[in-house]
């Protein structure tokens, strides 16, 4: 009537890891300096409920969105039992797409005297990324004809400035420069001028000398006028002023 007992003990374990599943995109894109939105990760497993792995969820980064780079953030996953999920990464893309802010110093629209160097006041500028790395081109009219500034001939012309950043954004803006004539013609008479001439006789005038700043003496008009002119002439005894003026084409008078 003797008996021996045998008793077994099974331990049933789980050894089987938890999987992870980006949502969203391997490789993420976003603006500088704008917050990241994580989609995260879906996990599965054949034991654990998800609502007791969620907490066990980890993620490391070192990502800062004020900087423009390649940031990746890992998920890890070890569940009580002690397995371990194999880790994922997303990396995820920081890009500017923003152009630089520019601004004129100065006048819109300005001008100088022909003959005169021009001083360009130029831009500021501003940029969303910092430290600030843009480059500031000028093109335009005005620097294809003056290279060095030294104005020479009259028109209106332009300057483009042209601001670039790092990442490859460009800016564009304009200054018109009037380039002008703004001196008067210098005449002078020819002889004294103080002349006595008989009544009804022809008066011939010694005339003038002209010169210009700018235009040729063909392009200078001259106009005769004063009391001389308007009363005819020698028809009548008195003293009488005969003057001239001097035009440019600029309109500039003398």
């Known amino acids: 009537g003797n008996k021996t007992v045998v008793i077994h003990y099974i331990d049933i374990i789980d050894t089987i890891p938890p999987v992870l599943t980006l949502k969203g995109k391997q490789i993420d894109t976003i603006a500088v300096n704008s917050t990241f939105i994580d989609s995260g990760v879906t996990i599965s497993d054949g034991y654990y409920r998800i609502s007791e792995l969620d907490s066990l969820l980890k993620t490391s980064t070192n990502m800062i969105t004020s900087v423009l780079g390649i940031d990746t953030i890992t998920y890890s996953l070890t569940d009580p039992s002690g397995n371990t999920a194999k880790s ?25 005297e022909v003959y005169d160097t021009y001083i360009d006041s130029g831009v500021t500028v501003t940029d969303n990324v910092k430290p600030v790395n843009v480059v500031v081109t000028t093109s335009g009219s005005f620097y294809k004809a003056f290279p060095k500034g030294v104005t020479t001939i009259t028109g209106v012309y332009t300057i483009i400035y042209s601001a670039k950043d790092k990442s490859g954004n460009i800016s564009r803006i304009t200054r018109i420069v009037k380039v002008q004539d703004r ?72």
């Open 183 to 254: 001196i008067a013609p210098v005449i002078a008479l020819v002889g004294i001028p103080i002349a006595n001439v008989c009544r009804w006789w022809k008066y011939t005038d010694q005339g003038y000398s002209v010169s210009d700043n700018y235009d040729s003496t063909k392009y200078i008009k001259v106009d005769a006028i004063g009391s001389f002119v308007t009363n005819g002439g020698t028809e009548m005894q008195g003293y009488y002023v005969l003057a001239y003026v001097a035009t440019d084409r600029a309109g500039n008078r003398d």
């Open 88 to 112: 994922i990464k997303r990396m995820v893309v920081i890009i500017d797409t923003i152009p630089p802010v520019m601004k004129l110093i100065g006048p819109a629209i300005d001008s100088v």
